[in-house]
C-alpha cells in the first residue's frame, strides 16, 4: 500500500498496534538518565495534552490551575519547566533562541512562581508500514497543531470510518501514514491470539523443551486419585480481590476472553486458559457432579491436571512442601550475592504460550528493530506488552515470597537478539526500579544449559555469571553493571521485567504506577 492514498473498498478503524508518545528532553539525572521522557496518550491523557498546550503556548494561568498539581511537580523536576526569573544571559540566550520550542516566549504560575518551557516536545509514532518491522515516525506538535489535536482525539475517543473519511484529504493521507487509522485486514487484533493458537492441547505443549517438561504436575496417579480444584473460575469477576489483584491489566486480560481462570493449587497464582468446547463440557460436568475425573477421557484427564484444573491432594501436599523448599533456597540465594537465579519461575502452560507468541510478533513484525542503536544491535524489541505484563503480576506473587520487601510491575519489555547482537556494560535507566528479572523463553541452541547466551553482573562482592535456560529468571539490581559479550550464532527471545517496590506511586518511563 502507498501511504498517502485511500484503499478502496477497505473498512478503516483505529489501529490498536500502533503507539503514539508525547516527550520531550530531560535534563536531570536523579529520576532517570534517559536522554528523553515521553508518554503515551492512551495511558497519560492529561499529561499529554498539557505537553501539548504547553508546547503551543496555548495555556494561561487560569487554564493551568485545571491541571493537577502533580502534573506540573513532575514536569519541574525534569526539568522541563524552569523559573522564569532570575535567567543569565546565556540562559536567556538559549531560551529565546529555541526556536523548534514555541511555548518558549510565555510563562505560567504555579505556587507563586512562574515558569517556562525548557525543551521542545515531540509526538512520536510507532506503527508498521507495509510489510516491515515497527518503525517510529515523529512530527512536532508546536508546528503542526490541527493534526496534533485530531491524533489526540483519535487516541482518545476513537473515530468512525464516515468521519474518518470526512476529514480533509490532506489531514487523512497524514493521519494514515502514521499508521493510526488502518484498513481493518491489517488489524493486528492481538487479544484473538490465545483463544486462537494457544488452546489448551498437546500442540500447545509441545512448544516445551524436553528439559522443562518436569515442571508439569505429576499426572501418573490413579484416575480416581484426582479431584477438582474449588478455585476454578469462568470469568475474572467471580475471583476474590486477592486473585484479581495478581493480574496488573485486568481489563486487557478480560478482553482476551478466557473461558476459565486457575488458581494453582502448588504455586498460588492464578491463570487464564482457553479451553475447547468438548473441554469446557466435561468441566461444566465436573463442577455439577455429574462426572468424575474417573470419567474422563485419559488425554482430557492430564491436560486437566497439567492446568490445575484436577489434583491429586496427596501429590499437591508433598508438591507444595517441595516448592516451599525452594522458595528457602531462592532466598538463601538473595541474602548471600545480592542476584539471583530462580530457575523454572514460568509455569510450564504459560512458557509454552509466551514462545509462541514471541514467534508469533516476530513473524508478523510487531516488533521494533535496532540493527544498530548506540552499542546495543540486532535486538527486536516492544515496551509496555500487555501479555508480558499479566506474566509479570504472577511472578509478582511468586517473587514476593522471597524477596525482603514487596514489589510489583513497574515496566518490561519483549526482546529478541539474533546473532551478532550485543548489549554493553550498563546500569539500567530509571532509579526507580528496584530490581529487574532476565526471562528466557526460547534460545537457540537449547537444550544444554553450558551453550546459553550468559549475563554478567557486577555485584558488591563479585562478577556473577549466569547462564539461563528458557523459563529461568535472573533477578539483579538493576543499578547493578550487567552486560552481555556479543552473540556469535544463536537467537535470544526474553522478557525483561523491571518492578518497583510495592508502594511506589509515580512516574515510570512515562506511566503513572500507582
Known amino acids: 500500500m502507498q501511504y498517502g492514498t485511500m484503499q478502496p473498498n477497505s473498512k478503516w478503524i483505529v489501529n490498536d498496534l500502533c503507539k503514539v508518545i508525547v516527550g520531550f528532553r530531560n535534563y536531570t539525572t536523579h529520576a532517570t538518565r534517559s536522554k528523553y521522557v515521553s508518554f503515551a496518550i492512551a495511558e497519560q491523557p492529561q499529561m499529554c495534552e498539557l505537553l501539548i498546550r504547553l508546547s503551543r503556548g496555548r495555556l494561561n494561568d487560569s487554564q493551568a490551575a485545571k491541571y493537577p498539581a502533580f502534573l506540573f511537580e513532575q514536569l519541574i523536576d525534569y526539568g522541563f519547566l524552569r523559573p522564569a526569573r532570575g535567567l543569565a544571559p546565556r540562559q536567556m540566550f538559549k531560551r529565546y533562541f529555541s526556536v523548534l520550542n514555541a511555548g518558549r516566549f510565555r510563562s505560567i504560575a504555579f505556587k507563586g512562581h512562574r515558569y517556562y518551557v525548557a525543551s521542545l516536545v515531540f509526538m512520536a509514532f510507532y506503527s508498521q508500514r507495509g510489510n516491515d518491522y515497527l518503525r517510529e515516525t515523529v512530527v512536532l506538535p508546536a508546528w503542526a497543531g490541527r493534526f496534533a489535536d485530531k491524533v489526540f482525539d483519535i487516541v482518545r475517543n476513537g473515530i468512525s470510518e464516515a468521519a474518518f473519511l470526512a476529514l480533509p484529504g490532506r489531514l487523512r493521507s497524514r493521519i494514515e501514514k502514521h499508521g493510526l487509522v488502518t484498513p481493518e485486514a491489517k488489524q493486528p487484533y492481538l487479544e484473538r491470539f490465545f483463544g486462537e493458537h494457544c488452546r489448551l492441547d498437546d500442540a500447545l505443549l509441545s512448544e516445551l523443551p ?31 480481590d486477592a486473585l484479581r489483584a495478581q493480574i496488573p491489566n485486568l481489563a486487557w486480560a478480560d478482553s482476551c476472553k478466557p473461558s476459565i481462570w486457575v488458581r494453582d493449587p502448588v504455586r498460588d497464582i492464578v491463570s487464564m486458559y482457553w479451553l475447547t468446547d468438548a473441554q469446557l463440557r466435561d468441566l461444566r460436568a465436573l463442577k455439577d457432579s455429574s ?10 484427564r492430564r491436560l486437566f491436571v497439567y492446568c490445575g484444573v484436577l489434583h491429586d491432594p496427596a501429590r499437591t501436599a508433598q508438591a507444595r512442601a517441595a516448592w516451599a523448599e525452594r522458595l528457602r533456597e531462592v532466598g538463601k540465594q538473595v541474602d548471600e550475592n545480592g542476584c539471583f ?33 548506540g552499542k546495543t544491535e540486532e535486538r527486536f524489541w516492544i515496551h509496555r506488552d500487555e501479555f508480558t505484563f499479566y506474566l509479570q503480576g504472577q511472578i509478582s506473587t511468586l517473587l514476593n515470597q522471597v524477596l525482603p520487601s514487596p514489589v510489583k510491575p513497574g515496566h518490561n519489555a519483549l526482546t529478541i537478539y539474533e546473532s551478532g547482537a550485543t548489549l554493553p556494560r550498563h546500569k539500567d535507566d530509571v532509579k526507580a ?23 554478567y553482573v557486577e555485584t558488591p562482592k563479585a562478577i556473577h555469571k549466569a547462564m539461563l535456560q528458557a523459563g529461568d529468571g535472573h533477578v539483579i539490581d538493576p543499578q547493578m553493571p550487567h552486560w552481555r559479550d556479543r552473540l556469535a550464532d544463536g537467537r535470544l527471545s526474553i522478557l525483561l521485567l523491571w518492578f518497583v517496590p510495592h508502594d511506589y506511586r509515580g512516574f515510570v518511563n512515562g506511566s503513572w504506577i500507582d
Open 210 to 240: 524436553a528439559f522443562y517438561r518436569p515442571y508439569l504436575p505429576d499426572c501418573s496417579g490413579a484416575a480416581t486419585d484426582y479431584r477438582l480444584n474449588h478455585d476454578i473460575f469462568f470469568s475474572s469477576g467471580e475471583m476474590g
Open 291 to 300: 462426572r468424575q475425573a474417573a470419567d474422563l477421557d485419559a488425554a482430557t
Open 341 to 373: 537465579t530462580f530457575e523454572g519461575i514460568l509455569p510450564p502452560i504459560e512458557l509454552a504460550m509466551s514462545r509462541k507468541y514471541l514467534r508469533f510478533m516476530k513473524e508478523r513484525k510487531f516488533l521494533l528493530l535496532d540493527r544498530a542503536n
Open 433 to 455: 526500579f528496584s530490581w529487574v528479572m532476565s526471562l528466557p523463553v526460547e534460545t537457540r541452541p537449547e537444550g544444554n544449559k553450558d551453550e546459553a547466551w550468559p549475563i
